[in-house]
């Protein structure tokens, strides 16, 4: 009778692991979504399509794959590559790279993001040298991103003095190429606007 009541028991705790375990590998895996929200940041900061992601719950590293590069507009223009990485903590993304947000006409690359205390409501992108403030509840969930143009979106890094000299010499070609083609259309500006003596 003893070993009856043992071999029952065996089946019993048996069959309570092997539902526990269904149970348990039946729930679905966190999404990065998640990840944001648990580390206090908004999950709007990355658009929707996240197709595939790896991060290290010890470090917050973390890469995010996206289907395609796109663009998503929240006050600014934003630019998603297909790959963004960083490191994730507290309120906070550094190392970011694969963001870039549009002033005016520049694209800047965003080196980090992070939340100010709850009671200010906003949201820092950090591009270097200069922070962009924008309200956080923009940001509340993820938007529909679209693909970007075939236009590569050459991003400022003012961290790097060379890289704002080549900004700057693109912008003045991009500039002196537009009054070529509008002179094209319209004649040179002198020759429009002789005033007779």
Known sequence: ????TRDLFF???ALFASILFLQISSLPDPSFYDYLRE??????IVPKGVTNFSIDVNTGRFTVALPVPCDAKFENQFHFDYNI???LSDGRIGNLSGVTQKEL????????IHVDPESSGLIHFDVGVADKQLSLS??????????????KHR????SKPRDFEKQTED????MQKRSEDIQSIFGTGRNRWTIPS
Request: aromatic share 8%; net charge negative.
């Open 138 to 151: 923009l940001f509340e969930s993820p938007r529909d991103c679209t693909a970007a143009a075939e236009s």
């Open 85 to 87: 990485s960083g490191v």
């Open 171 to 174: 912008t003045q070609s991009t």
């Open 39 to 44: 580390s206090n940041l908004p999950a709007g």
């Open 1 to 4: 009778m003893g070993s009856t």
């Open 11 to 13: 089946v019993i705790i």
């Open 155 to 158: 991003a400022l890094d003012l």
């Open 105 to 112: 006409f520049l694209w800047f690359a965003v080196k980090g």
